[in-house]
């Protein structure tokens, strides 16, 4: 029995760290405090480590075997020998972490500068424009919005960070003023639930991790609840759920096929078809929310 426990106790922080991340899934999909936002982050990045480490003991153990007794054994991630593929494991954890903050800020700035935006107006209706957020237009054909941070420098603060929230110029043009002011409002929810810093950087990191398919599913999965509460943050901003359930529904009429981003999605919350079926189950639940006790009273 001593050496059966000895055989397995290696084995018990791993199955600790999933157990508390399943219940840390678990909140997450039910609470709203940015707080388990940022306990997801370290989630990720501690599954980060275990899934880079994993593939250098891999390519340490070598031949085409090497995955099948790493599964079937997993216990040789933990055998002392293999201590240098942690060290490894570590600081290339570090350096994918590191390169996916960095292409998201590149990435960012760099549409500013291709797409050069102009400032625009902040709705009245919406209340004072939040600190540190500017609302810009840029030309495109496609009916589109997305917001997202960048680091800043300046006297008051040795590194700050500006928000920025980016409508199209199709978009302004098809949607009638309540319709933008909830988009708007959408993407203000993404930025007050910290998604414009967090959210974003989860999804470069899934595309540059492309070996997990765990961590895909987590950046997914994380998306598209974020995508729910900044609906419902725009509902409760406005009083009028049914305006952006109309504002998606026209993204989903009059745009093409969709389109990816290294570090930014649109509207619709995830750039690909799988998108535009979640958008569609979106426009449900704002439409189920609008005929809620919370919405029937008061509305515009």
Not at 3 to 18: R, T
Request: charged share 20%; no cysteine; hydrophobic share 50%.
């Amino acid at each position: 029995m001593a050496a059966a426990y000895f055989g397995v106790w290696p084995l018990l922080p791993v199955v600790l760290w999933l157990a508390s991340g399943a219940g840390l899934l678990v909140a997450f999909r039910k609470a709203t405090s940015p707080v388990l936002l940022r306990l997801a982050a370290s989630f990720v990045a501690l599954w980060a480590l275990l899934a880079t480490t994993a593939l250098v003991t891999v390519l340490s153990l070598g031949g085409p075997g090497a995955v099948g007794r790493l599964l079937a054994d997993p216990e040789i991630l933990f055998d002392a020998s293999h201590g240098i593929d942690w060290v490894i494991g570590g600081l290339g954890t570090v350096a994918l972490l590191t390169l996916a903050f960095s292409l998201n800020q590149i990435v960012g700035r760099g549409m500013l500068f291709l797409l050069g935006p102009e400032p625009r107006p902040w709705p009245e209706r919406l209340g004072p424009a939040p600190e540190r957020t500017r609302l810009l237009a840029f030309r495109s054909q496609r009916l589109d919005a997305f917001s997202f941070t960048l680091l800043t420098t300046d006297r008051r603060h040795l590194v700050g960070r500006v928000e920025m929230i980016l409508l199209s110029e199709a978009l302004l043009a098809r949607l009638s003023a309540e319709e933008t002011e909830a988009v708007i409002a959408h993407e203000l929810g993404h930025i007050r639930d910290l998604d414009a810093r967090y959210v974003t950087f989860f999804r470069t990191l899934s595309r540059m991790m492309r070996w997990d398919p765990v961590l895909a599913y987590l950046a997914w999965a994380i998306s598209r609840r974020e995508e729910y509460r900044a609906d419902l943050a725009s509902a409760r901003t406005t009083r009028n759920p049914q305006a952006l359930a109309r504002a998606l529904l026209k993204v989903l009429e009059e745009n093409g096929p969709p389109a990816r981003s290294a570090a930014v999605v649109g509207l619709l919350g995830i750039g690909d078809h799988r998108g535009r079926r979640e958008a569609l189950l979106r426009i449900e639940r704002l439409l189920d929310l609008a005929e809620s006790p919370e919405f029937r009273a008061g509305r515009r």
